[in-house]
């Protein structure tokens, strides 16, 4: 029952943690700033708001979670860093929706390094899936040669690989990784400061960010940087998913910023692969799930 209860809570946390997390860069585009500005706000508020709920937990419980727990958590806290400063590179120079389609490849990442360092070796239905992923990426990046896009698509390309290695880490220790993702700002934050006092100040409209940073980011890190603990790879992944749908859409929204051709069909490439194979693996889990029960009573 309480395994049970635990992929209930697992789901919730990051459903909530993904749906927060879509309106993360049309918040940075509103706040209308120079990239380094934007980085030092964005990644500055959340540490300060990160650090005032973690103050406040840890006085009221003893069960407050480590910020960094051993080597692990330094690891991921560097890669969700390093994630931190590709991620608003990429959304200076690509658009919006090759930046979020071609993130949604972190679980073609995850797959692949979980099958080199955790020894689950992927299925063909993964392969193939993973194969027709590649092939959605290439058509993005494709339709961006020429057009001052690739590298902002090879930031978007980094930001996904970073973000796989922190959830494979996370999975693979089995410990609370709540606060490691939000830590982790601290290393673009030193380094958006830094670049800062060079070039100056530039944001028109602080608010916006100063709100994503304080209360969107730490909503949406801390949830899904918990969700591997309770939930499996495919399950996470689908909830990271909803960016991707939904990023773009506000964008065109509020920017009507439309996506180019390759970008709309790399993306559907990507987003029917990446929904039918994670619901093939949800279905797996649920048939595996009774014969555990007949084998591990709880």
């Not at 080597?71 to 959304?91: E, K, N, Q, R, S």
Request: charged share 10%.
């Amino acid at each position: 029952m309480s395994s049970h209860h635990d992929h209930q809570k697992g789901l919730l946390i990051t459903a909530i943690g993904g749906l927060t997390l879509t309106v993360d860069i049309p918040l940075i585009r509103l706040a209308d700033g120079g990239a380094w500005t934007i980085m030092l706000l964005r990644t500055g508020t959340t540490f300060v708001s990160a650090m005032i709920v973690w103050s406040v937990w840890r006085a009221l419980s003893r069960n407050a979670p480590q910020l960094i727990p051993g080597w692990p958590g330094l690891v991921v806290a560097i890669c969700y860093g390093l994630t931190g400063v590709t991620f608003v590179t990429a959304v200076y120079h690509t658009s919006t929706a090759n930046l979020v389609f071609i993130l949604a490849f972190n679980t073609v990442f995850a797959a692949l390094l979980s099958w080199i360092f955790l020894g689950e070796r992927p299925r063909l239905v993964t392969i193939i899936a993973m194969l027709i992923m590649i092939f959605g990426v290439l058509v993005i990046v494709g339709g961006s040669i020429g057009t001052g896009h690739l590298f902002g698509d090879f930031m978007a390309l980094c930001s996904a690989f970073f973000v796989a290695v922190a959830i494979t880490i996370s999975r693979a220790s089995g410990k609370d990784m709540g606060f490691t993702a939000l830590v982790g700002v601290l290393l673009p934050l030193v380094l958006a400061a830094f670049m800062v006092t060079g070039e100056g100040f530039h944001v028109n409209a602080p608010w916006w960010i100063i709100f994503n940073g304080g209360v969107i980011l730490p909503i949406s890190f801390f949830c899904l940087a918990n969700g591997p603990k309770y939930i499996t790879g495919p399950e996470v992944a689908m909830f990271y998913l909803l960016e991707t749908v939904l990023a773009p859409v506000w964008v065109w929204m509020i920017f009507a910023e439309t996506p180019t051709r390759n970008s709309l069909i790399g993306g559907a490439i990507l987003i029917v692969s990446l929904i039918a194979h994670s619901l093939w693996q949800l279905q797996e889990g649920r048939k595996r799930r009774p014969d555990l029960a007949v084998h591990h009573p709880t």
